[in-house]
Every structure is written in C-alpha cells, then in structure tokens.
C-alpha cells in the first residue's frame, strides 16, 4: 500500500539522549515535512524537504536535524533531547505543485 | 503567520450543518483542509487555490473568497463519519504549509 512508514510508533526516551525518527515513502513525492502535534498549538513545522539534497528549516527548528540522502527517507534526529521535545511528531511528504500532504501515522515520543 | 479557525470546537446531533472558518490577516497562496480523527494522521480533505472557488465531494465541501483571505469549510447533514479534529493549512507564496489549531467536531445519534 503506497504511503508513508515512520518508525518508530512510539518511544519512551531518558533526556540527553540521542534519537533518530524514521520516515519512508513509496509515492516517488519530492517534498517532506516533519511537523510535532501538541495539544492546543496544533501542527508546527520542524523542518522540511523540498526534493533530496536540500533541508529547509520550519517554524520550531532548534533541536532537531535532518537529512535528505534519497527521495524516499527524510529521517528527524534529536540530538540531546529535552522533555520539551515530547510529543507527537508527523512525516508528511506532498507531489511538486498545489498538492495535499500526505501524512505517516506518527512517533508518539516521551522525553522523561 | 498561523491561520485563526473558529470555532474551536462544535457538538452537533447527526444530521445537522455545520460551518469553520479560517482566516488570514493577508492573502494566499492555498488553502488546504485536513480532517484528523483521535489517534491517527491528518487526512487530507481538498485543497483551494482561486479566490471565488469552491469545491467539494460528498457532503463536504469548501469555499475560498476572493480575496483569498478567508475559507470555510461546510459540512452538510453530518454523519457519525465526519467526528474528528478538522484542520485548514495555508501557504502563503513560497512559504510551507501553516495549520491552525483546530476545529473539534463531535457528532452525537
């Protein structure tokens, strides 16, 4: 089934710890995303991919990284995470032009 | 510069209307509209490009003014189905998509 596959589903994480948040699509799309849902603030942009070998940075960028080695992963790695960083995190990836995001069923992340 | 939707939230009996609202202090690029239900992904819903369009499928459907400043998304004779957090995106020029915080829709038999 075409779509987008993130790996974790969910993670229980010691603060300063180092995580990699997986994303993998099959739809040959150029653009991803990665947004963090919070209850109240809705969906945030962390950073985002126009097509493999470029990264832009989103609304709420300080803390997380990304890389975009290939069209089909886009990858989200905390680096030393902080319980701030909890949250529900999307992939989301979209075709070039005026097309909507598709979405991967989330990493439910706990920073304890 | 995020999008206001309102209301927040609505309760309505199954097959009652139901009318969100997004607005935008300038114009856009687009309008998207997703609908999330509770613990899964956004799922995209229909997207708006030109002022005066609307759109839709089924008994929902969407409206982009034209000025492009305000979009509303109507949800006609309401199912138990459309339950869920609604949410409308916008994209301003070259700028990625920004979501508002929500509609809550609750359907109740």
């Known amino acids: 089934i075409a779509g987008i596959t993130q790996a974790p589903t969910s993670q229980i994480l010691a603060a300063g710890r180092r995580m990699t948040l997986r994303c993998t699509q099959d739809?040959?799309?150029?653009?991803m995303y990665w947004y963090r849902q919070d209850l109240g603030l809705g969906l945030r942009l962390i950073h985002y991919?126009?097509?493999?070998?470029?990264?832009g940075k989103g609304e709420v960028p300080d803390g997380y990284s990304v890389s975009r080695a290939n069209t089909d992963d886009f990858p989200l790695t905390l680096a030393s995470a902080v319980p701030s960083q909890t949250s529900v995190y999307f992939c989301?990836?979209?075709?070039?032009?005026?097309?909507?995001?598709?979405f991967g069923s989330g990493t439910r992340l706990t920073v304890v | 510069q995020q999008p206001v939707q309102s209301p927040q939230a609505v309760i309505l009996r199954e097959g009652e209307d139901a009318v969100i609202n997004c607005s935008s202090s300038?114009?856009?690029?687009?309008v998207h509209w997703y609908r999330q239900k509770h613990g899964e992904a956004p799922v995209f819903l229909m997207i708006l490009l030109k002022g005066g369009e609307q759109k839709g499928h089924d008994k929902i459907s969407a409206s982009f003014n034209e000025k492009k400043q305000q979009s509303s998304l109507y949800l006609t004779a309401s199912q138990l189905s459309y339950s869920g957090t609604y949410f409308c995106g916008t994209e301003y020029g070259n700028e990625k998509l920004t979501f508002g915080t929500g509609t809550r829709l609750t359907i109740i038999p």
């Open positions: 991919s126009n097509t493999a070998g470029t990264t």
């Open positions: 300038k114009a856009l690029y687009s």
């Open positions: 739809m040959r799309h150029n653009a």
């Open positions: 989301a990836s979209s075709a070039t032009g005026a097309h909507g995001y598709t």
